[in-house]
Protein backbone atom coordinates (compact mmCIF):
# COMPACT_ATOMS: atom_id res chain seq x y z
CA UNK A 1 0.00 0.00 0.00
CA UNK A 2 1.52 3.55 -1.19
CA UNK A 3 0.87 5.97 1.79
CA UNK A 4 0.71 9.53 0.65
CA UNK A 5 2.84 12.14 2.03
CA UNK A 6 0.65 14.24 3.98
CA UNK A 7 -0.51 10.91 6.40
CA UNK A 8 3.24 10.12 6.62
CA UNK A 9 3.89 13.49 7.87
CA UNK A 10 0.94 12.86 10.32
CA UNK A 11 2.45 9.91 11.92
CA UNK A 12 4.59 10.58 14.87
CA UNK A 13 7.90 9.16 15.80
CA UNK A 14 7.31 5.41 16.61
CA UNK A 15 3.95 5.12 15.39
CA UNK A 16 3.00 2.36 13.01
CA UNK A 17 0.13 2.74 10.29
CA UNK A 18 -2.41 -0.30 10.55
CA UNK A 19 -5.22 0.74 8.28
CA UNK A 20 -5.35 3.68 6.11
CA UNK A 21 -8.91 4.39 4.60
CA UNK A 22 -11.70 6.29 2.57
CA UNK A 23 -15.59 6.65 2.89
CA UNK A 24 -17.80 4.61 0.25
CA UNK A 25 -17.79 7.53 -2.42
CA UNK A 26 -20.91 8.46 -3.77
CA UNK A 27 -24.11 9.50 -3.08
CA UNK A 28 -25.27 7.54 -0.34
CA UNK A 29 -28.70 8.31 0.33
CA UNK A 30 -31.07 6.54 3.75
CA UNK A 31 -34.68 5.52 1.80
CA UNK A 32 -36.34 8.66 3.51
CA UNK A 33 -33.77 11.23 1.70
CA UNK A 34 -34.54 9.12 -1.78
CA UNK A 35 -38.18 9.35 -1.44
CA UNK A 36 -37.62 13.64 -0.09
CA UNK A 37 -34.76 14.77 -2.03
CA UNK A 38 -36.59 14.99 -5.48
CA UNK A 39 -39.64 16.89 -3.59
CA UNK A 40 -37.17 18.97 -1.78
CA UNK A 41 -35.41 20.03 -4.92
CA UNK A 42 -38.89 20.92 -6.69
CA UNK A 43 -39.61 23.05 -3.56
CA UNK A 44 -36.04 24.47 -3.25
CA UNK A 45 -36.49 25.27 -7.32
CA UNK A 46 -39.69 27.37 -6.40
CA UNK A 47 -38.27 29.07 -3.49
CA UNK A 48 -35.19 30.56 -5.89
CA UNK A 49 -37.60 31.73 -8.57
CA UNK A 50 -39.75 33.53 -5.38
CA UNK A 51 -36.29 35.15 -4.43
CA UNK A 52 -35.23 36.37 -7.81
CA UNK A 53 -38.82 37.68 -8.24
CA UNK A 54 -38.17 39.32 -4.46
CA UNK A 55 -34.80 40.58 -6.34
CA UNK A 56 -36.10 42.70 -8.81
CA UNK A 57 -37.92 44.71 -6.43
CA UNK A 58 -36.55 47.80 -5.69
CA UNK A 59 -37.55 47.89 -2.19
CA UNK A 60 -33.92 47.88 -0.22
CA UNK A 61 -35.43 45.46 2.28
CA UNK A 62 -36.79 42.90 0.17
CA UNK A 63 -33.59 42.83 -2.03
CA UNK A 64 -31.75 42.11 1.57
CA UNK A 65 -34.36 39.65 2.47
CA UNK A 66 -34.33 37.92 -1.08
CA UNK A 67 -30.58 38.00 -1.21
CA UNK A 68 -30.01 36.10 2.15
CA UNK A 69 -33.20 33.82 1.34
CA UNK A 70 -31.29 32.68 -2.34
CA UNK A 71 -28.12 32.36 -0.20
CA UNK A 72 -29.62 29.69 2.04
CA UNK A 73 -31.72 28.13 -0.81
CA UNK A 74 -28.46 27.72 -3.08
CA UNK A 75 -26.36 26.50 0.30
CA UNK A 76 -29.25 23.40 0.61
CA UNK A 77 -29.46 22.93 -2.78
CA UNK A 78 -24.97 22.09 -2.52
CA UNK A 79 -25.47 19.61 0.28
CA UNK A 80 -25.47 16.65 -1.38
CA UNK A 81 -22.52 17.47 -3.73
CA UNK A 82 -20.31 18.69 -1.03
CA UNK A 83 -21.17 16.04 1.04
CA UNK A 84 -19.93 13.96 -1.85
CA UNK A 85 -16.53 15.91 -2.04
CA UNK A 86 -16.03 15.84 1.60
CA UNK A 87 -16.07 12.40 1.74
CA UNK A 88 -14.32 12.05 -1.32
CA UNK A 89 -11.17 14.23 0.52
CA UNK A 90 -11.14 12.85 3.70
CA UNK A 91 -8.61 9.60 5.05
CA UNK A 92 -9.22 7.51 7.87
CA UNK A 93 -6.36 6.80 9.64
CA UNK A 94 -5.50 3.94 12.55
CA UNK A 95 -2.63 3.20 14.24
CA UNK A 96 -0.62 1.31 16.85
CA UNK A 97 -1.46 4.27 19.38
CA UNK A 98 -4.08 6.55 17.74
CA UNK A 99 -7.15 6.55 15.60
CA UNK A 100 -6.93 9.78 13.21
CA UNK A 101 -9.71 11.77 10.62
CA UNK A 102 -8.16 13.76 8.20
CA UNK A 103 -10.19 16.11 6.20
CA UNK A 104 -8.98 18.32 3.56
CA UNK A 105 -11.53 20.10 1.60
CA UNK A 106 -12.01 23.99 0.43
CA UNK A 107 -14.50 23.77 3.89
CA UNK A 108 -12.33 22.20 5.98
CA UNK A 109 -9.12 21.31 6.43
CA UNK A 110 -8.56 19.48 9.83
CA UNK A 111 -7.20 16.63 11.46
CA UNK A 112 -9.02 15.03 14.56
CA UNK A 113 -7.47 11.98 16.80
CA UNK A 114 -8.46 9.71 19.67
CA UNK A 115 -5.84 8.37 21.72
CA UNK A 116 -6.37 4.72 22.81
CA UNK A 117 -7.03 4.88 26.49
CA UNK A 118 -8.72 2.39 28.89
CA UNK A 119 -11.81 4.99 28.86
CA UNK A 120 -11.69 4.59 24.42
CA UNK A 121 -15.45 4.25 23.61
CA UNK A 122 -16.51 3.02 20.15
CA UNK A 123 -19.91 2.27 19.12
CA UNK A 124 -20.99 1.25 15.39
CA UNK A 125 -23.87 2.83 13.91
CA UNK A 126 -25.78 1.65 10.55
CA UNK A 127 -25.64 4.42 7.64
CA UNK A 128 -26.60 4.43 3.72
CA UNK A 129 -26.43 1.30 1.74
CA UNK A 130 -24.98 -1.21 3.56
CA UNK A 131 -22.34 1.20 5.19
CA UNK A 132 -21.43 1.07 8.79
CA UNK A 133 -20.62 4.43 10.74
CA UNK A 134 -18.09 4.24 13.83
CA UNK A 135 -18.29 6.40 16.22
CA UNK A 136 -15.48 7.19 18.65
CA UNK A 137 -16.69 8.68 22.26
CA UNK A 138 -19.93 9.28 23.57
CA UNK A 139 -21.75 11.71 21.14
CA UNK A 140 -23.29 12.07 17.74
CA UNK A 141 -21.30 11.77 14.48
CA UNK A 142 -21.47 14.61 12.46
CA UNK A 143 -23.85 13.41 9.27
CA UNK A 144 -22.33 15.66 6.19
CA UNK A 145 -21.15 18.62 7.46
CA UNK A 146 -23.98 20.20 9.49
CA UNK A 147 -26.09 18.54 11.14
CA UNK A 148 -26.20 15.83 14.40
CA UNK A 149 -27.29 12.23 13.48
CA UNK A 150 -30.68 12.80 15.18
CA UNK A 151 -31.36 16.16 13.76
CA UNK A 152 -33.42 17.76 15.02
CA UNK A 153 -33.60 16.37 18.20
CA UNK A 154 -31.96 18.97 19.94
CA UNK A 155 -28.69 16.41 19.71
CA UNK A 156 -25.80 18.68 20.44
CA UNK A 157 -23.03 16.52 21.20
CA UNK A 158 -20.79 15.06 18.26
CA UNK A 159 -18.18 12.51 18.08
CA UNK A 160 -15.38 11.94 15.62
CA UNK A 161 -16.37 9.10 13.65
CA UNK A 162 -15.31 6.88 10.12
CA UNK A 163 -18.63 7.33 8.29
CA UNK A 164 -19.79 5.18 5.64
CA UNK A 165 -16.98 2.39 6.21
CA UNK A 166 -17.56 -0.52 3.84
CA UNK A 167 -15.47 -3.19 6.21
CA UNK A 168 -16.37 -2.31 9.44
CA UNK A 169 -16.61 -5.08 11.29
CA UNK A 170 -12.56 -5.79 10.48
CA UNK A 171 -11.76 -2.34 11.46
CA UNK A 172 -13.06 -2.15 14.87
CA UNK A 173 -11.45 -5.97 15.08
CA UNK A 174 -8.17 -4.13 14.30
CA UNK A 175 -8.63 -1.22 16.58
CA UNK A 176 -9.65 -3.34 19.45
CA UNK A 177 -6.48 -5.22 19.25
CA UNK A 178 -4.49 -2.11 19.03
CA UNK A 179 -5.98 -0.16 21.72
CA UNK A 180 -5.72 -3.38 23.57
CA UNK A 181 -1.72 -3.43 23.24
CA UNK A 182 -1.47 -0.14 23.54
CA UNK A 183 -2.77 0.21 26.73
CA UNK A 184 -1.83 -2.71 28.15
CA UNK A 185 2.05 -2.06 27.08
CA UNK A 186 1.76 1.18 29.51
Not at 93 to 106: G, L, S, Y
Request: glycine letters at 6%; one cysteine or more.
Amino acid sequence: MTVPKPIVEMLREGETLLWLGKPRPGFLLTPYQQFFTPIKYLFLTMMAIVAGVMLSSTTGFFLVFAAGFLGLVVLRMLQFPLELLGRRNTDYIVTDQRIAIKRNTFLDRSETSVEYTPEFQMTPVDSPRGTTTICFGSGQSLLGFAYPRNYPLNQTLWCPAFECVDDAITVMDLIIDARDKFTFAR
